[in-house]
């Protein structure tokens, strides 16, 4: 480099980070939750070449996206002026923030710094960020997990037609309902309004059950042909994730919590789960989905996506024992283009980069936080 810098490395000029409230086309009622909005944090991050690196996350809480946005300035704050790489930025930053804890807010904060820092350096490259990443953008193959909420019955078999409009076979149900019969009646109907046997219905529990009820409810779901029963405990109760595990012939799915890749090989070691599922802005970005993505490879374990289904693809895209995205429109009120679904599989974007780039007219239509 004729300036002084690295080959790879960048100097950050400055960042922007909006918050935003985005509507849900499909009010997602969970056993902890029901939800019509989402809060999403906006990331630019501009270098010193004059590149933009963009990325958004998931905040669960307005609140969220506040916290993460402060974490950003002070991470950003002390980075300037130097010439870092994303993964000078993974370490410096663990430093400094470890005394307050690298978790939660930061962790999410770092990731999205981390995203952006990847995204910059692959539109240098001109080159879509799975290529960077030693792969090229594909064909994946995706869950929709927009709706199927708690909810009557009448309303779910319409809102599984609708969702099996957009080509993808297969979905993804919320149970933990107060009664074990409760759920298997809307697993059932799920069932019975679709057509065909070659759609895949993934269960999710969001934690709602305890380890003796979600062996029950198990043993009756899996005679129904699921896919998986996702997070039917506390998410980082491993040990008796393990157990479940254990007695259930359907396959146990967790990980959207997973705190970096270190809590990932906490769960694999032990034995926590059938199945994994990785949150780029939880895992620690794009850096840190590579060493997760790497000790899923040593152990062979399927890895799926949790949200953020943009950059989530590029990733899913370079990863060895890559298994299903997890597909939600979200982004779709904030991007310029939206994911495109073809025969049944999300298509990974071919721009450079992660293809993520914000419509304003959009945006100001929208609530800010």
């Known amino acids: 480099m004729t300036d002084g810098r690295s080959a790879g490395g960048q100097r950050i000029r400055s960042l922007t980070t909006r918050g935003m409230m985005v509507p849900l086309k499909f009010t997602l009622g969970t056993s902890a939750a029901i939800v019509k909005a989402v809060p999403l944090l906006l990331v630019d991050l501009l270098n010193e070449d004059g590149v933009t690196g963009r990325a958004y ?3 669960y809480r307005p609140s969220g996206a506040v916290a993460i946005s402060s974490h950003l300035v002070e991470a950003v704050d002390l980075l300037k002026g130097k010439d870092i790489t994303p993964f000078d930025v993974t370490q410096t930053l663990s430093r400094q923030f470890a005394l307050l804890g690298v978790t939660g807010a930061v962790r999410m904060a770092l990731s999205l710094l981390d995203m952006a820092m990847w995204d910059a350096t692959a539109q240098i490259q001109r080159v879509p960020l799975s290529s960077l990443l030693g792969s090229r953008p594909r064909p994946l193959l995706a869950y929709d997990s927009r709706g199927l909420g708690l909810m009557e019955p009448d309303r779910l078999a319409e ?5 099996l409009e957009s080509g993808l076979r297969a979905v993804k149900l919320r149970l933990g309902y107060p009664s074990l019969s409760e759920d298997l009646a809307a697993l059932r109907t799920v069932r019975r309004s679709i057509s065909g046997d070659d759609v895949a219905i993934m269960v999710d529990y969001n934690q709602a059950l305890t380890r003796t009820e979600a062996v029950l409810r198990g043993r009756e ?10 997070e039917p405990i506390a998410h980082d109760d491993y040990v008796a994730s393990a157990a479940i595990a254990r007695e259930l012939r359907v396959p146990i799915q967790i990980g959207e919590n997973f705190n ?3 809590g990932l090989l906490r769960a694999v070691n032990a034995r926590a789960s059938d199945y994994i599922m990785v949150d780029v802005a939880r895992i620690g970005g794009v850096t840190g989905w590579l060493h997760a993505a790497g000790v899923a490879a040593a152990h062979g374990i399927e890895m799926s ?5 943009e950059i989530s693809s590029h990733l899913l895209s370079a990863t060895q024992t890559a298994h299903w995205l997890e597909y939600v429109d979200w982004a779709d009120a904030i991007i310029e283009e939206p994911l495109k679904i073809r025969a049944g599989m999300v298509l990974t974007s071919e721009k450079v980069g992660s293809g993520i780039s914000w419509d ?4 100001k239509r929208l609530e800010t936080i």
């Open 159 to 163: 809102e599984v037609k609708t969702l």
């Open 305 to 309: 996506s949790h949200l953020m289904p």
């Open 57 to 59: 996350a998931f905040c």
């Open 260 to 262: 970096g890749p270190e």
């Open 221 to 230: 779901l899996e005679k129904e042909g699921i896919y998986w029963v996702e």
């Open 360 to 363: 304003e007219a959009k945006l």
